[in-house]
């Protein structure tokens, strides 16, 4: 009988994590019916939601399925490789979960600074702050060319005049920084990652 035709009872560890190694597929199935729960568990105490924690634990497998060759047995046994990625996508969790509020929370105090425009819709105020946050992240020379031409108005002629750097380089500056907007943006946008 092969590796793939055991069931998980047949199957010791020590072949288990060789089956898994070698990218035995059935055994993908085997390492969740085992320890999916404790990873579950673990995800589920750190982040307080079942549903998220579904998420996580969905996260971590996959993870592990693709990193199976960073695993090493002579570290450490399988379980606790897995309880180490359980530690590190429960943490992007987290940082995704402070992120979503933050955005929240500034589209809030953008919607409350332009109260007063009848024509303000929810959706531009989250644009703008998505914006402002991934402009955030952008080099700060590409963040100071799309921000004086953006919010300045300022041709990228003018741009390098006022830089005291070539056109040639305000335009790449633009160029390059539009470019991780987009990509940046489209990773943001389910609706674009499920396309």
């Known amino acids: 009988m092969t590796t793939a035709q055991r069931t998980g009872a047949d199957i010791d560890d020590s072949a288990l ?9 059935t055994c993908l199935a085997t390492v969740y019916q085992q320890w999916g729960s404790l990873v579950y568990t ?14 996580v634990t969905q996260l971590v497998f996959l993870a592990a ?7 090493k047995p002579d570290r450490g046994t399988l379980p606790g490789w897995l309880t180490g990625i359980t530690r590190r996508k429960v943490a992007d969790a987290l940082a995704a979960r402070t992120r979503r509020t933050e955005l929240v929370a500034a589209a809030g105090a953008e919607l409350m600074l332009r ?12 644009d703008h702050v998505l914006l402002a ?9 590409q963040r100071r060319v799309l921000n004086l031409a953006f919010y300045d108005d300022l041709t990228q002629t003018q741009i ?5 750097w070539p056109l040639g380089t305000v335009k790449s500056h633009a160029r390059r920084g539009l470019r991780r907007l987009a990509s940046r943006l489209r ?5 674009a990652c499920a396309a």
Do not use: H
């Not at 994590?17 to 597929?25: I, P, S, T, Y």
């Not at 693709?66 to 695993?71: D, E, I, K, T, V």
């Open 17 to 25: 994590v060789d089956a898994f190694l070698r990218g035995d597929e």
């Open 42 to 55: 673990l995800a589920r105490r750190a982040l307080g939601d079942a549903r998220e924690a579904e998420d």
């Open 65 to 71: 399925w693709r990193g199976r060759a960073g695993y």
């Open 115 to 126: 109260a007063t425009d009848e024509a303000v819709r929810p959706e531009a105020a989250i």
């Open 133 to 141: 946050d991934e402009m955030s992240l952008l080099p700060a020379p």
């Open 160 to 164: 390098a005049e006022l830089t005291g």
């Open 187 to 191: 990773e943001d946008d389910p609706v």
